[in-house]
């Protein structure tokens, strides 16, 4: 499955793929989630941000932002999990699997053979740590410290696996640029 889905990204990974998935993934960042981190923020009183973004975090934070929300802030940012986070992790998926698949392509040797589906990883644990998060809002006020710490697992494994995709990116930028990646 993986060896054919590997094949498939190396297939159709070219620059204008690139720009595309480029072009479809800049409206996240700077529009869907800044809107709804606004509405979220203003709703609570208070600069809170998203679970999503955290690291390495204790899950009584969890609980306490979770509650900081109040319940139409909790509202929309399920609704925003339930939207537009379904979509995101496919998009950015497919943007790190296509770059990953551009800078590998021609790589002879077995380590970088399917490198391209490691950012899989990233949006298993995405989904996971969505789900968790989810569960939360709609659950409150009774809270579950088991859900609070596996949704801080998940962020932190998400967030490792980013850095490890990152990280090849980095890797094969800089065999590009001294010309051993070629």
Do not use: H
């Not at 700077?30 to 509405?39: V, Y």
């Not at 509650?67 to 986070?85: F, H, K, S, V």
């Not at 551009?102 to 380590?111: E, N, T, V, W």
């Amino acid at each position: 499955m993986f060896q054919t889905l590997s094949a498939f990204l190396y297939r159709i990974a070219s620059r204008k793929t690139l720009w595309l998935i480029t072009l479809l993934y800049l409206p996240f960042p700077t529009l869907f989630f800044k809107n709804l981190e606004e509405r979220m923020n203003k709703l609570a009183g208070q600069p809170i941000g998203p679970i999503d973004l955290l690291f390495g975090y204790n899950p009584d934070r969890i609980t306490q932002m979770v509650a900081a929300y109040g319940p139409e802030g909790r509202a929309i940012y399920a609704q925003g999990e339930l939207t537009i986070d379904l979509v995101y992790p496919i998009v950015y998926t497919f943007l790190l699997a296509t770059v990953l698949s551009l800078l590998f392509r021609k790589q002879p040797y077995a380590p970088f053979a399917q490198v391209n589906v490691l950012p899989l990883t990233v949006l298993v644990f995405d989904y996971c740590e969505n789900a968790c998060i989810v569960y939360l809002l709609k659950s409150y006020p009774v809270t579950s410290p088991t859900i609070a710490a596996l949704c801080s697992v998940l962020t932190t494994l998400k967030w490792l696996a980013a850095g490890a995709v990152l990280a090849l990116i980095l890797y094969g930028v800089v065999r590009r640029a001294t010309g051993r990646g070629r």
